[in-house]
């Protein structure tokens, strides 16, 4: 089985989907001057868009990973994914501090999900 790379960078791809498996790219916002309420829903409308490019879908969520650049915000984020999260779907996740790349990024999220 050959593995398929959509939006292929000299640095990375976005996306990689094997054996029905789709791994995204952690996702970072463009726009640096939202706060966190704003970045967390421009990433997940990333993710939305990345996952259904891929086949897939937010219910198919395998395993999240968050990373903030303040853990204090985890409470503004999850109001955010708490209303994007597909209800009964709510998938394994874990949030964490880190330094991020850029210091304007307040959150990055890293999806693996199963192709529909």
């Known amino acids: 089985m050959e593995v398929q790379r959509l939006h292929v960078g000299p640095r990375l ?14 996702q970072i916002p ?14 997940l409308g990333h993710v939305d868009r990345l996952l259904e490019e891929a086949g897939s879908d937010k219910s198919r969520i395998l395993s999240c990973q968050i990373f903030l650049r ?6 503004a984020m999850n109001e955010v994914w708490d209303q994007w999260v597909a ?5 394994p996740r874990a949030t964490v501090e880190a330094r991020l790349a850029d210091p304007d990024w307040l959150i990055e999220i890293v999806v693996t999900a199963a192709q529909k």
């Open 30 to 43: 463009e726009n640096t001057q939202q706060d966190i309420y704003g970045q967390t829903a421009e990433v």
């Open 87 to 91: 209800q009964g779907s709510s998938p």
């Open 70 to 75: 303040d853990i204090s915000m985890i409470g």
């Open 13 to 26: 791809s976005e996306t990689a989907i094997y054996n029905g498996v789709v791994y995204l790219a952690g």
